[in-house]
């Protein structure tokens, strides 16, 4: 091995694994590490990339392998030790692809860059975790082990999906595959049958969507071409599930929409693109690097100029726009994302039950927002990718509860109506091969 390489690939990872704790979307520091210690693009990118989704989809299970065989309490230590130890273990405990050689070079470079940083009391540690085996032992053990998701979204899971009637079996076997990469074609850049035939000369594997007119399932790796497309705004990395909220809302030309928890932009572009850049956009986002990520996307996309960005919280939306101002609404709000636990690995494990209430407040709060921008005769799309029924159905039949002048529009195709609020809709992995969302139309009397 070289190990220079090598010393620069453990330095990457536990990097990213420390700033993976508070820069989201992890993706986003994993990339920031990774260009750090030059690993981008050399050939240990896919290793590298490798070893840190493995430990991001088993940090739960690698917490407790390390506190049931070193008595600490990982989350007393500092982050670099915790990213170093969870690195050693998930290689010597849990990488089925490790051999001996990887795992004695990845401890080595993981206790010199802990000596390095004055860590000499953690590196004990390292050699108890490398020179025992662990085994599971209770219940716990075993959801963990089976299922790679926290007890405790384990239950909150299981909870939701009695009530839905679903199989939490297979959505969360559903979240070990591979899962399909999705791409909207801008259609006032290119059809999208003029894309799929461009790309298959191109060599790449390719085939319209199941759900929208504009979707490009694209098999095996990236590549050139279709990074210059990306580049070029004709193609857009977005799932179908999110494509579809925007039809659903089906905003006509000539209107005002706002969409109130706008970046990354995903659905501001299409909603732009939808209306073939004739109506108004107001998209709010809060902070101004997701806001700013998002200009740039609907400047590659030829949409920007149909769209004012406000940077503020969009609770504020009617006082900034004025009440009863919008044709269409478009509420997409933070939520626990557990409708995309394959993408997101630190989705397994980051659930905690205080959270949830608090974000069901402030997915409220926005609707309420939201209902007030809207117009006489208006239609509001309430969206999340969420399995969780706390944040889907519950807000909405509270809301329904409180609003006599608000109505469901049935919702029925293309996913599954939800037996908890019928006229509502799911999309799940395991059944329709997306994100799972949910999606509740509503119009004002
Ligand atoms: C689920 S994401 C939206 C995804 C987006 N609709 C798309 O399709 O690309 C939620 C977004 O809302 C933003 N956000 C959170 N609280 C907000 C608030 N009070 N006002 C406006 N935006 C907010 C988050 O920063 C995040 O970018």
Known sequence: MVTKEYQRMVYAVIEALRTGEYVKPVQEAIRRAMKKYRIQGSSLDRRASGIIYGVFRNQGLIDRIIESLTNIEISKIDSEARAALRLVTYTVQLDPRAGHSLKHTIIRYAKKYLARKGRDNILKLIDIIASNKWRPVSEEDKIIINYRVSPQLYEALKHSFDLLGEDLEAFLSSTFKQYTKTFRANSLKASRSAVLEYLRRAGYEVRPGNYSPNSIIVSGPLGKD?????????????????MVAVEL?????GTSIADLCAAPG???????????????????????DR?????RLLERTGTIKAVTIHVEDARRSPE???EKSMDYVLVDPPCSSTGAIARNPDVRWRYREED??????LQQELLEAGWKLLKHGGRLLYTVCSVLVEEGECVVKQFLEKHGDAVLVKLEKPFKQSPLLPGTMRAYPHLH????FYYALLEKK
């Open 249 to 253: 809302l089906d905003p006509k030309p």
């Open 291 to 295: 806001a700013k990520r998002m200009r």
């Open 226 to 242: 279709l990074v210059k497309l990306i580049e070029t705004g004709i193609l857009t990395p977005q799932d179908e599930s999110s």
């Open 356 to 361: 949830i209430k608090q974000i069901v407040v």
């Open 320 to 322: 900034i726009l004025g």
């Open 266 to 288: 995903g659905k501001t572009s299409y909603l732009a693109e939808y209306t073939r850049l004739k109506s108004r956009i107001h998209s709010f986002e809060i902070y101004s």
């Open 433 to 436: 091969g997306t994100i799972g």
